[in-house]
């Protein structure tokens, strides 16, 4: 196998330190010095780096990138940059050696700080003391396991960049029989570093793909398929968004916010929450994500609190929270000041990102009881839990264990301004220790991570050594040349024995072939706790679990919930304050609406039926709607009604009758159009007042629908039967075209097979040789897709990748479109409410000028697409527009009277 690197100056942003930066900081000097291997192995061609010392921390003073070729012709693009580092690496030597990725320190301007994460450094002593353990009591005969761990201060770019070089020392393995085989990775610890990291890692060959096994990344994005080289111990946000809402619901809270952090973690959680929330009769009514950048901006947070409060609807009480801790802790620092100078209640719900860090809401007390966190089950390890509390408190044990993790000392200034190698220094009391240090979800994950990783190794010591000790020849070759059999994800149950420790809990792994593992035993899916007074002493407050959640059930401790009064009292269950709509309001938007049945009727003699995709549809669910589209939904409705009322004031065409109109909401959704309109011809339309028009079938002139194709293609399968005209506004789709399938579908719209001879045309005129089609899951986009294909194959394009985008999964699209960056000029073949959003998610991380666009008439001449997006320069799209003299839709709208506007459902 032979792989090229390449060292490139770029303009890109990211954080990523080179791995000799701490070693050669005391002096200036040049790195990447041209290097090559045998040509099975690796070549690099390289250009310098230089850095410099200042105020002892290194600094990265260029900006590259990395570009890794396979014999596949996939390349992958990894962008290095300027970058602040703190001491970033430790090792404990193995036999075999595990890669570690944990945050360590809070990112600050852009940086590393020396504000070192606990929660982390404890979680790396976690894995480090659990393979300490096994290798003494010689888990796998003849055999240490060690662990080589840096810090990416949660900087997706900085964990990237690790994550190439434990890959660069898997294949130098390949090539050197006699070095340390690099057998996979534990971690990083936050989702967006999980998604970036193992994008890169799946991309490899399988044999030479290493496993990773993440503790504490809890993203639903990370169950992607496609990111196959994931084993994921702790439970995904999936479960934890269903959990908040049947807590919620048990609370009867159904009027709150939500405020989640701008990244892979926060989005996907607010999305998963946000999208079925309304039905179980929850409203949220406003949501609020906070941008993460070079620091958290404490003006954004006070901005939240003030529309929080001023909340024009209603006072918002109930707020759920997806944020790390940092952004936890500003935000509460910024109620209890305001709460000093008036008076305001908030009741908040945070996500286990929070750790269940108690001091964190100890700090401000006044405002924070009665809060309640999420959180995954706490798996206790007492043996460690005292080990870390020796570390901290004994010098003896601290000294012996900071030799390989210097991220001790760190976290030891808490509690000592004095040198801790001066005999004079005194170390804090074991019981400051015990009472300061907080439970820390994720290290009971941590050792589950090393465990499972380490029983694999196990496993496969078994099959190929026969019961010698060591690394037998065999268990060589396969940890060199086959990083795939290292692990099996095959359905099985994984029971540790042998271990030379234990969990407060019984548990059992269950595999089942997915990145996710799941739990078997005495354990709960997930839990949630409170922080309120201690039910053992009554004095201190600390988080107490008042929630159970398995087997799709909540099992609430009603009889430990609590809320504080602005005098400190204790409200018991049920008499608890309660996160509703105030008293008095009309909190219109949380009204539960049947938009399915919606329709927008005017009576007549006879009808035209109109169908339009107000709402998106409801994935879950092909019956159901979604919510509402912010362009090409409503205003179908209107144009339909502008069309009627324009036919019923030129008494030359219908004289002595009147034309009425039945207008439905799609929904986007093909199986709710048929539903909808075999209703209708079998049994009439039914008002909101309950009354029934009859005979309706008689007395359709037409079927106006639809804009998207697969919906056209619902509709026109039904009308058919009933042999009623139907004529599309929008559809595109070539399969509509076949007059022996569809006798009485009409178009206004060009069919895409001219639409894809365009658009390949254009890239023909563009001398391109190579192209991207990135398409819609579905009629249009699929079928937009094989017209590209036949046409570009007529005209010699290559088409280089086929990329199919599902609705609401667009997180790996941009890595998706990177493996083949060569191919810069993407067709898009994308449905029109999906677009924006595709279009937002790729540009939001792709570089300036790295992909140019070519799209359908779905993007067409849609400013709000291109608005403040200056990553769209240069990218070219397709219009279908009908002129019309004389076409006042837009008067005709503001010229209604209220009452005649508010006759469309919609409109409110």
Partial sequence: MRLQWQIQRGRYEGYIPHENAMRERD?????????????????????????????????????????????????????????????????????????????????????????????????????????????????????????????????????????????????????????????????????????????????????????????????????????????????????????????????????????????????????????????????????????????????????????LLSNAESQITGVIFFVSTTTASDFLSIVQGRKQGSFFRLMMVFSESIALERSMLKNYDSVSKGTFVTSPPVLEVKEFSNHWNSILSNKTSFLDEYVTNPWLLNVLRKYISCDPFQETCLM????????????????????????????????????????????????????????????????????????????????????????????????????????????????????????????????VLTGRLVDYSDNNNEIQWPNMYKAQCSLGRNCKSCKVENTENDIYFKNGDFFIIGMAPVNTGDLSNPLHCGVIRESNGWECTEAISYAVDDINQNKDVFPNSTIGFIILNSCNQPVLTSKKLLNIMNNGVTLPNGTVVHDVSSRVLGVVAELGSSISQAAAEVLQEFNIVQVAYGSTAAVLSDREEYKYFLRLSTPDTNQAVAMVDISKKLDLTYIQILFSEGTYGEGGRDDVIRAAKSSKVCV????????????????????????????????????????????????????VFIASEAFGTRTEIIENNPKLENSLSLSLEIPLSGNNLKGYIYSKSTEKYYLNPWTR
């Fill in 27 to 307: 002096r200036e000097t040049e790195m990447w010095k041209e290097e090559c291997i045998s040509n099975d192995q690796m070549k690099f061609g390289c250009q310098s780096l230089s850095f410099k010392q200042d105020t002892g921390l290194t600094i990265l003073s260029h900006v590259y990138s990395i570009k890794m070729k396979y014999p596949d012709s996939v390349l992958i693009w990894i962008h290095i940059f300027t970058l602040c580092v703190a001491e970033e690496t430790t090792k404990l030597e193995g036999d075999i050696i595990i890669g570690g990725l944990f945050k360590i320190f809070d990112l600050k301007d852009g940086a590393c700080s020396n504000t070192v994460d606990t929660a982390s450094v404890r979680d790396y002593e976690a894995v480090k003391w659990t393979l300490k353990k096994l290798n003494a009591a010689n888990y796998i005969p003849g055999i240490n396991i060690g662990i080589e761990a840096f810090s990416t201060c949660d900087i997706p770019g900085r964990a990237v960049y690790h994550t190439v070089n434990f890959a660069q020392k898997a294949f130098e393995n390949h090539a050197n029989s006699s070095s340390l085989p690099i057998v996979g990775i534990l971690g990083p610890e936050a989702s967006s570093e999980a998604e970036e990291t193992s994008a890169f890692l799946s991309s490899l060959s399988k044999e030479y793909q290493l496993y990773q096994f993440l503790f504490s990344a809890t993203s639903s994005n990370l169950n992607d398929e496609r990111l196959s080289n994931i084993v994921r111990v702790i439970p995904s946000d999936t479960i934890q968004t269903k959990v908040m809402q049947h807590f919620l619901k048990q609370l009867e809270w159904n009027y709150v916010a939500v405020v989640y952090e701008n990244t892979t973690y926060g989005r996907t959680a607010f999305k998963e929450l946000s999208s079925s929330s309304k039905s179980e009769g929850i409203c949220i009514a406003k949501s609020f994500p906070i941008e993460i950048g070079i620091t958290v901006d404490f003006s954004a947070l006070q901005t939240v609190l003030d529309n």
């Fill in 428 to 555: 804090p009391t074991l019981q400051e220790v015990s009472t300061s240090e907080n439970e820390n979800i994720f290290e009971g994950y941590a050792i589950v991570a090393a465990l499972l990783q380490v029983n694999g190794i196990k496993e496969l010591h078994s099959e190929k050594c026969k019961g010698s000790d060591g690394i037998c020849t065999e268990l060589r070759e396969t940890l060199h040349k086959h990083k795939d059999m290292l692990f099996k994800k095959s359905s099985r149950e994984v029971i540790f024995q042998d271990v030379p420790f234990h969990f407060e809990k019984n548990f059992s792994i269950i595999l089942n072939g997915k990145n996710e593992v799941l739990m078997n035993g005495n354990i709960s899916a997930y839990e949630v706790y409170q922080y309120r007074r201690c039910l053992d002493k009554n004095e201190d407050f600390c988080l107490e679990k008042v929630a159970d959640y398995g087997e799709n059930s909540l099992k």
């Fill in 800 to 851: 280089a990748n086929e990329i199919i985008v599902q609705e609401n999964k667009y997180s790996m699209v941009l890595d998706d479109l990177r493996r083949n960056p060569y191919a810069k000029v993407v067709l898009l073949f994308l449905k029109s409410h999906v677009v924006s959003e595709v279009i937002e998610v790729i540009t939001r991380s792709m570089d300036a000028e790295e992909f």
